[in-house]
């Protein structure tokens, strides 16, 4: 699985259990539901695609595959809307 990371001037407030991104270039805002946010905070802290998964996985009762395939899907429309990019595979 490759590696990314969210721009470093994007701006992210968690608000209630969601987490809004603001990319201040444009002004657009992205708002995640709290999977999506313990998503994002797992990656911050450094974890791993697999620890994340695992985390996830735990936290909300579903299968670690169902939870990497997610990660996945929400890193692609992250890397989509300039919101991270790839740094390496």
Do not use: C, H, R
């Amino acid at each position: 699985m490759a590696d990314y990371q969210l721009k470093p001037d994007l701006l992210l407030q968690k608000v209630a259990d969601e987490m809004v991104l603001l990319e201040p270039e444009s002004g657009e805002y992205f708002t995640l539901n709290s999977v999506g946010a313990d998503m994002l905070e797992l990656m911050q802290q450094g974890k791993s695609g697999a620890e994340i998964a695992t985390q996830i996985a735990e936290d909300y009762d579903v299968t670690a595959e169902q939870v990497a395939t997610d990660f996945n899907d929400l890193l692609q429309q992250l890397v989509k809307a300039n919101l991270a990019e790839q740094v390496s595979d």
